[in-house]
């Protein structure tokens, strides 16, 4: 046997040790960023749930736009919320009238909140980077403004791949990379194996929420991710503010009117939607 037959078989098996170990040591990390954002949706969780009726960016910016994207055949089929939450979007998702709806989420208060709500509705406390549904069991999976949690979308990605059925779809919203990627950065960054870096954040949400977040480089990143895990893109779009159904308060308009003037130019957030081919 040629003498470089060995040495290739060893820098092989000493990559994919490597890898291993990586992967396990960022399982490892992520998990306690996974638990800190827990504990904190979990101790302000009435709070959170609260302040969704006065939430801008939510209300005129991001909620309107998933909504329209939502698919309309969900009759009779079988649909995963990932980061639930309180069950904001729920409404939305049962009057498609689908056979099954599961909400899945990291805060145990939160899903709690949401099963009141919603009886009919299956929650569950599972990480959406390591869900143990089996293959093909979902026909459309929605997630609002939770991707941006996890330091690796390939993973995150080819999980979701997994448990959707051939022809379902995949409908997310997610921080934009161009405005929060100016907002206060850690000094971390987490480099994935095909070599896309992500770069660690804080933030304090409503309710006075504290949680770590990971900002792609450029909205390309973002696509690329999708495209890679094997999906096909159907649109990507910055969503516009709309505009109010009633009178708002003089706080909330002076926040809405904030909104109206920057997100034009500098768009917070950004909207996909995608089919499993």
Not at 70 to 95: F, R
Not at 140 to 149: G, I
Not at 182 to 190: C, L, P, Y
């Amino acid at each position: 046997m040629p003498q470089n037959f060995h040495f290739v078989s060893s820098q092989i098996f000493k990559k994919s040790t490597e890898k291993v170990l990586f992967t396990k040591l960022n399982e490892k990390f992520m998990t306690s960023i996974t638990n800190r954002n827990a504990q904190s949706y979990d101790l302000n969780a009435k709070e959170w749930d609260a302040s969704m009726a006065s939430n801008v960016a939510h209300l005129y910016l991001e909620k309107p736009a998933m909504k329209k994207l939502i698919p309309g055949d969900l009759e009779n089929k079988s649909v995963l919320c990932i980061g639930v939450g309180a069950g904001d979007e729920l409404s939305d998702l049962i009057k498609q009238n689908p056979r099954r709806v599961v909400g899945i989420d990291i805060s145990e208060k939160l899903l709690e909140i949401a099963k009141n709500k919603f009886p009919s509705v299956e929650v569950e406390k599972m990480d959406m980077m390591n869900m143990s549904f089996p293959d093909e069991s979902f026909d459309f999976v929605y997630s609002s403004l939770v991707f941006h949690y996890s330091n690796d979308w390939d993973i995150l990605l080819s999980g979701i791949y997994r448990i959707m059925k051939k022809g379902g779809h995949l409908l997310f919203s997610t921080h934009h990379p161009d405005y929060w990627g100016a907002t206060k950065s850690t000094g971390n960054s987490h480099t994935n194996s095909r070599g896309i870096t992500l770069t660690e954040h804080t933030a304090i949400l409503p309710a006075n929420i504290e949680v770590v977040f990971y900002n792609h480089p450029n909205k390309k990143s973002i696509i690329d991710s999708v495209e890679y895990a094997g999906f096909q893109i159907i649109t990507a779009i910055e969503p516009q503010v709309v505009k109010p159904s009633m009178t708002l308060g003089k706080n909330e308009q002076e926040r809405y009117q904030r909104l109206a003037e920057r997100n034009p130019a500098n768009p917070i957030f950004l909207i996909v939607l995608a089919r499993k081919s």
